[in-house]
């Protein structure tokens, strides 16, 4: 099973960027697709959940300005990220869970992507 992230990259403060998680080599469904992110120096930090029917969660940090989404039946895994902090610099993982019920602690998941760099600037 291969996560690969994509649309990261480097943006001004209050700008926005997309993010896409693409999936190969699983052909059932997750019970949790999620972003998470790992700043330098600092613990890798749950970022949003999304469940195979469609559900988002979001960390109180960013659920006001960022919005996870999935194409049913699928499992690719977007994250709309609008008004972007300097503070939302960090490396941003896709990760998927086959099941359980618990999605805020990476110890739980199954697959992980390689990461996608998100640098915001003030």
């Known amino acids: 099973v291969r996560l690969v992230e994509s649309g990261g990259g480097s943006v001004q403060a209050g700008g926005s960027l997309r993010l896409a998680c693409t999936t190969s080599?699983?052909?059932?469904?997750?019970?949790?697709m999620s972003w998470f992110r790992q700043a330098p120096g600092k613990e890798r930090e749950w970022v949003s959940s999304?469940?195979?029917?469609?559900?988002?969660f979001a960390a109180d940090s960013v659920k006001d300005r960022f919005t996870a989404s999935k194409v049913q039946g699928e499992n690719t895994l977007y994250l709309q990220m609008d008004s972007l902090k300097p503070e939302d610099t960090a490396m941003y993982f896709c990760?998927?869970?086959?099941?359980?019920?618990?999605?805020?602690?990476?110890?739980?998941?199954?697959?992980w992507g390689q990461g996608t760099q998100v640098t915001v600037s003030s």
């Open positions: 990760a998927a869970r086959v099941t359980g019920a618990s999605y805020v602690d990476a110890d739980l998941y199954h697959y």
């Open positions: 080599g699983y052909n059932g469904r997750f019970a949790y």
């Open positions: 999304t469940r195979s029917s469609g559900t988002s």
